[in-house]
């Protein structure tokens, strides 16, 4: 099936905006970046949730649901879109938050998206287990169960690696739309620097690309698992979406390009690197960063940028996937003198 015959609903403010970033470049002293504003998509503050929300929303009015199941960490952007799309199409929403990420204070709990989930009214269920992707999914269906025996029509965004991975396809789209952006300006991008959680963000860009005939690499920011297990998620993402596209074959082993050196002590925790990154790219560039994914990601790029991995001859372009409510949530870490 070609990407427009997929059912899609109309969320986001696009195209985003692609930018230059002139005072972090002469401040890394290293490759010339440029940005691809996708904190700015729109949907209840934006982030890259919404163009992956545009497909699975998309499905779920073609299939008549009435209500949508999600789940994620606490501080999770995609629950906070979910709820956001979920009011805009008036469907209802349950919600599901992981805790998994440990020792964290009472603003993580309560400010950030969680503040913006209870705006946005949708109903908030627990998993206190945390960390257990096939777990948490199984916890929806047992709700969706209970939605379908009260007479609802539930449909559930699984996160895990056992269903389509339909959220890429909307950043199939946007792979389009960097393309044309860089054409348009004259600007050639020799690397694209993205981050890597579920993948489906950095499997769509990838599979965009070389539908596309463009060879441009993608380099995954690990955000969640390390290099390893993040390589074998990625691949097998990304020839599950070539697939669903009708072009099984198209992603090679050699595509997926992933670094974990940025993520300890773990998905949603902290390090100095992200704080750095965080402070740099808002005192130079007025760029709001998040800690759990962009922050982590900038990082990354700069460290691989300090050993010359990424090469400073280079146009590299940093793929800001939003998640900016987060740093709410975040206050007692980024500053802990403020409280
Ligand atoms: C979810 C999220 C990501 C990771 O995207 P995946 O498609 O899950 O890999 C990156 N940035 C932000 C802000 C997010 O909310």
Redesign the pocket.
């Not at 981050?195 to 950095?202: E, K, N, V």
């Given at each position: 099936m070609a990407l427009v015959d997929f059912p899609r609903v109309q969320l986001t403010h696009t195209p985003t905006p692609l930018e230059p970033l002139p005072n972090l470049t002469q401040q890394l002293g290293g490759p010339r970046l440029f940005v691809k504003r996708d904190d700015c998509t729109g949907l209840a503050m934006g982030?890259?949730?919404a163009r992956?929300l545009e497909y699975y929303l998309g499905q779920a009015m073609a299939e008549n649901a009435d209500t949508v199941l999600i789940t994620g960490a606490v501080q999770?952007?995609?629950l906070r879109m979910t709820a956001a799309a979920a009011a805009k199409l008036g469907l209802r929403c349950e919600i599901q938050l992981e805790d998994r990420v440990p020792n964290m204070g009472a603003d993580y709990h309560s400010s950030g998206n969680v503040l913006l989930h209870q705006i946005l009214g949708c109903t908030v269920h627990s998993f206190a287990e945390g960390e257990n992707e096939k777990a948490a999914d199984a916890a929806l269906e047992t709700m969706a169960y209970r939605i379908r025996a009260d007479g609802g029509r539930p449909y559930v965004i699984h996160l895990s690696q056992e269903h389509p991975p339909i959220?890429a396809l909307g950043y199939v789209d946007a792979a389009r739309e960097i393309l044309e952006q860089t054409a348009q300006t004259g600007t050639k991008i020799d690397l694209i620097v993205i981050?890597?959680?579920?993948?489906?963000?950095?499997v769509g860009t990838l599979v965009g690309l070389r539908l596309l005939g463009s060879a441009l690499p993608v380099l995954g920011i690990c955000?969640r698992r390390d290099q390893k297990q993040q390589t074998e998620r990625v691949l097998r993402r990304a020839n599950e979406t070539a697939e669903l596209l009708g072009k099984s074959g198209i992603i090679k082993p050699d595509d997926v390009w992933v670094s974990d050196r940025v993520l300890a002590p773990g998905y949603g925790q902290v390090n100095e690197q992200t704080t750095e990154a965080i402070l740099l790219a808002a005192r130079s560039e007025g760029l709001l960063l998040?800690p759990?994914?962009?922050g982590k990601t900038l990082a990354g790029l700069i460290s691989l940028t300090r050993d010359d991995i990424i090469q400073p001859h280079w146009n590299v372009l940093f793929v800001h996937?939003?998640?900016t409510p987060a740093l709410f949530g975040y206050q007692s870490l980024l500053a802990p003198n403020s409280l």
């Open positions: 982030g890259n949730k992956q999770s952007n995609f959220g981050p890597s959680g579920s993948a489906l963000t950095h955000v998040d759990v994914y962009s996937t939003g998640g």
